[in-house]
């Protein structure tokens, strides 16, 4: 999973690198999720950013809009950085899997692996953001190559391969459960604290 896109490391901290994978993801056709997209979503935000959100894959609303967490998961998320005086447009938020799965599936594992390694590494590698924050189960997958308990994991912070990921949960499960709507409430004012 931790292959690094060379062309984005030559362009690594321009900001021309984003923008070259933002184009080169639009363009996407690595796997069959490209068929049925209206839009893929390459992320916005920061290029510069301390902070890094990253979820699963788009939503309905993403794929229409083109722009990440545009949908009721964007309005919660957008709450906790309000409560937190994070910043929207301060931040950088995207996505493991750049284009929606149909009916909102579960991207497997193809799709994950190959998004992560063609797109998502070499993002973070442009943005080198201090703190990578880790929204749901998919997402840590994608990123530490392991499957762990969100409900064990939330809340701290693990380094790996020099990166340091902050582990949360998805801002859909917030909007569905409440005691996870309480449990993110915690997590990022512990993330605010942090990233000071
Ligand atoms: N869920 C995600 O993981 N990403 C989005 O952009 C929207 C919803």
């Known amino acids: 999973m931790r292959s690094t896109d060379s062309r984005c490391l030559e362009l690594s901290r321009t900001e021309d690198g984003l923008d070259t994978l933002a184009a080169a993801i639009r363009n996407c056709r690595k796997c069959g999720l490209a068929e049925q997209r209206q839009h893929a979503v390459p992320g916005e935000g920061n290029h510069r950013a301390r902070l890094m959100f990253i979820g699963e894959a788009p939503g309905a609303k993403e794929d229409q809009s083109g722009r990440p967490f545009v949908g009721p998961s964007g309005k919660f ?8 005086g994070i910043r929207r447009d301060a931040v950088f938020i995207t996505s493991c899997v ?13 799709e994950l692996t190959t998004c992560v390694n063609s797109w998502l590494l070499p993002q973070i590698q442009c943005i080198d953001p201090k703190i990578i924050v880790l929204c749901g189960r998919v997402a840590a997958l994608g990123l530490l190559g392991e499957p762990i308990k969100i409900s064990k994991a939330h809340g701290t912070l693990v380094e ?10 998805h801002p859909a499960a917030g909007i569905r459960f409440p005691k996870i709507a309480a449990a993110m409430r915690s997590d990022f004012k512990m993330l605010a604290h942090l990233v000071g």
């Open 77 to 84: 998320l957008e709450q906790l950085f309000a409560e937190n």
């Open 98 to 110: 750049k284009c929606r799965p149909p009916g909102n599936r579960t991207p497997s594992i193809g």
């Open 160 to 169: 790996r391969n020099g990166r340091n990921y902050f582990i949360s949960y």
